[in-house]
């Protein structure tokens, strides 16, 4: 059982989260070779914030938590009851609207993110660097065509979001670069 929001200390608050997520992502895995565990992801996703010095805990609680209510059966109700109203209101910022077809959901996603809160949108260029990465060093099995339009995706979203962290940015032209996109 976790404690009230409001008593958790930065380090508790980190911790769990990503024993929530681990949790609630158990039974996933990436769409790589190896099957790999999904909690990697958003472990890897805090771990690219925290090495641009993003020091903010609820942007690094929400980065943990980013995929729990797209992708688990996690509400935001139960996000904000154990982790606060902000870090609810980051995840939900980040969450894809699942109602939509992927194609419009991909585009609304994009064209909406320049809008969204700073964290959110920290939390979503580190999410693209993540996957950028995972497709370079460990690729789903997904033809062409399907990796060059997830790679232009994530360079549309990318361009969108970024600049509000020097070392965020160049971690994202590193893994475009990369990618053969800038």
Known sequence: ????????????SIVAAASFAAERHRHQRRKDDAAT???NHPLIVAQFLS????????VL??????????????TIDEIAEHFGQRVAALVAEVTDDRTLPKAERKRVEVERVAGKSAGARLIKVADKIANLRDIADHPPQWDAARTAAYRQFAADMIA?????NATLDAMADAELQRAGLA
């Open 160 to 164: 969108r979001a970024r600049g509000l």
């Open 1 to 12: 059982m976790l404690p009230n929001a409001n008593k958790m200390t930065d380090a508790y």
């Open 37 to 39: 565990p999904y909690i």
């Open 61 to 74: 609680v929400a980065a943990l938590l980013h995929d729990t209510v797209e992708d688990t059966e996690t």
């Open 51 to 58: 090495m641009a010095e993003v020091a903010d805990i609820d």
